[in-house]
T-cell receptor, first 112, second 116 residues
Framework: QKEVEQDPGPLSVPEGAIVSLNCTYS??????FMWYRQYSRKGPELLMY????GNKEDGRFTAQVDKSSKYISLFIRDSQPSDSATYLC????????????FGAGTRLAVHP | DADVTQTPRNRITKTGKRIMLECSQT?????MYWYRQDPGLGLRLIYY???????NKGEISDGYSVSRQAQAKFSLSLESAIPNQTALYFC???????????????FGEGSWLTVV
């Protein structure tokens, strides 16, 4: 079993929809949770970062961590075609970048 | 110009050949990383370097070697390429070893390597 599971999709939604992207994990020691966005033929870029449990909001994006369920989510409100990308979750016990465990990524397509 | 530059961006090589992927950065970061991305497996760390004299193996270092020629340059070598090393390779940099406090990791645009 992988430490971090993520549905690869693809997920196709109409413009304006609310998108929910999720990851589950097995290591209860994870404390640092991140979401990366990766456009086609580009490197991943950090979208959201959360330490421990709770919610974090940044514009149209909300990251949620539920440590009791070992489940993290990324919500995108009012989705736009420019949100079409692959979204990768990543997590770490100590916060070290050399210890990041990535999910496989979910491919999202937002159509006009 | 990109802050983290990888060369070549695409390469097809034959089994058994030596291949080097190069990375240079203009961000002034002291920490550099090489990742490999495969469909369904996400990103996996191959090697990382916290400064010029500090090189460490990552999760999947077998079959790879690295060289940190300068603070800004970090190269990845496949001494004898095999088909299952066909993947997308990313170089990355950070100015701190840990997440948080605004620190983040910056990825290059990737190098597609196909071993036939």
């Amino acid at each position: 079993q992988k430490e971090v599971e993520q549905d690869p999709g693809p997920l196709s939604v109409p413009e304006g929809a609310i998108v929910s992207l999720n990851c589950t994990y097995s290591n209860s020691a994870f404390q640092y949770f991140m979401w990366y966005r990766q456009y086609s033929r580009k490197g991943p870029e950090l979208l959201m970062y959360t330490y421990s449990s709770g919610n974090k909001e940044d514009g149209r994006f909300t990251a949620q961590v539920d440590k009791s369920s070992k489940y993290i989510s990324l919500f995108i409100r009012d989705s736009q075609p420019s949100d079409s990308a692959t979204y990768l979750c990543a997590m770490s016990v100590s916060g070290g970048y050399n210890k990041l465990i990535f999910g496989a990524g979910t491919r999202l397509a937002v159509h006009p | 110009d990109a802050d983290v530059t990888q060369t070549p961006r695409n390469r097809i090589t034959k089994t058994g050949k030596r291949i080097m992927l190069e990375c240079s950065q203009t961000k002034g970061h002291d920490r550099m990383y090489w990742y490999r991305q495969d469909p369904g497996l996400g990103l996996r760390l191959i090697y990382y370097s916290f400064d010029v004299k500090d090189i460490n193996k990552g999760e999947i270092s077998d079959g790879y070697s690295v060289s940190r020629q300068a603070q800004a340059k970090f190269s990845l070598s496949l001494e004898s390429a095999i088909p299952n090393q066909t993947a997308l390779y990313f170089c990355a940099t950070s100015d701190s070893s840990v997440v948080g406090g605004g620190n983040t990791i910056y990825f290059g645009e990737g190098s597609w390597l196909t071993v036939v």
